[in-house]
T-cell receptor
Framework: AQKVTQAQTEISVVEKEDVTLDCVYE???????LFWYKQPPSGELVFLIR??????QNEISGRYSWNFQKSTSSFNFTITASQVVDSAVYFC????????????FGPGTRLSVLP | DVKVTQSSRYLVKRTGEKVFLECVQD?????MFWYRQDPGLGLRLIYF???????EKGDIPEGYSVSREKKERFSLILESASTNQTSMYLC??????????????????FGDGTRLSIL
């Protein structure tokens, strides 16, 4: 069965520190997609990135980077030089190609960046 | 950009009332979803719809119903509100993509959420 685990419930860092949010997934499918979302205190979930299972190339977008490793079933998210505006709950999610209607979210990691 | 609009950011109702939460999307997406979010429990799927007049139960449908009369609008109904339905409610929409009903590569797009309090 499909499952997404985010073992870190809460993380606190001081501004300008780097921080990595872990995501581990389980899937029964060979083709699947992984997503990250950000939920700031205002409440809306904002889509950040999608990665498909046949592309293990890491991605960088400004201060954000994502490390996808199929061998360990992980899709970790790193924020470099964190800022107070990065404070939010971050969700990792999984969608399987052969079970397209399913969209499984992890429990989320609350990140607090302190000034 | 995709726009998903929920009718209220904050709502206060009384026990036993019938409550309607409305959600509208402007991207002609086939699929729409209702979640509730509670501390420590993450996002839990209540209902989803993959077409007009179609609905499927999610993980926690009890005490809720939905309506999808038009493609852009998906309503969540609390038939008789109870205090344990106090929560944050999130609506989302999702495109089917290019492979018909298999839309696994498409992200869900969320509204701003409705914080519902039942007194």
């Amino acid at each position: 069965a499909q499952k997404v685990t985010q073992a870190q419930t809460e993380i606190s860092v001081v501004e300008k520190e780097d921080v990595t949010l872990d995501c581990v997934y389980e899937t029964r499918d060979t083709t699947y997609y992984l997503f990250w979302y950000k939920q700031p205190p205002s409440g809306e979930l904002v889509f950040l990135i999608r990665r498909n299972s046949f592309d293990e190339q890491n991605e960088i977008s400004g201060r954000y980077s994502w490390n996808f490793q199929k061998s360990t079933s992980s899709f970790n998210f790193t924020i470099t030089a964190s800022q107070v505006v990065d404070s939010a709950v971050y969700f990792c999610a999984l969608s399987e190609a052969n079970y397209g209607q399913n969209f499984v979210f992890g429990p989320g990691t609350r990140l607090s960046v302190l000034p | 950009d995709v726009k998903v609009t929920q009718s209220s950011r904050y709502l206060v109702k009384r026990t036993g009332e019938k409550v309607f939460l409305e959600c509208v999307q402007d991207m002609d997406h086939e699929n729409m979803f209702w979640y509730r979010q509670d501390p420590g429990l993450g996002l839990r799927l209540i209902y989803f719809s993959y077409d007009v007049k179609m609905k499927e139960k999610g993980d926690i449908p009890e005490g809720y119903s939905v309506s999808r009369e038009k493609k852009e609008r998906f309503s969540l109904i609390l038939e008789s509100a109870s205090t344990n339905q106090t929560s944050m409610y999130l609506c989302a929409s999702r495109s089917t993509g290019t492979r018909g009903w298999v839309n696994s590569n498409q992200p869900q797009h969320f509204g701003d959420g409705t914080r519902l309090s039942i007194l």
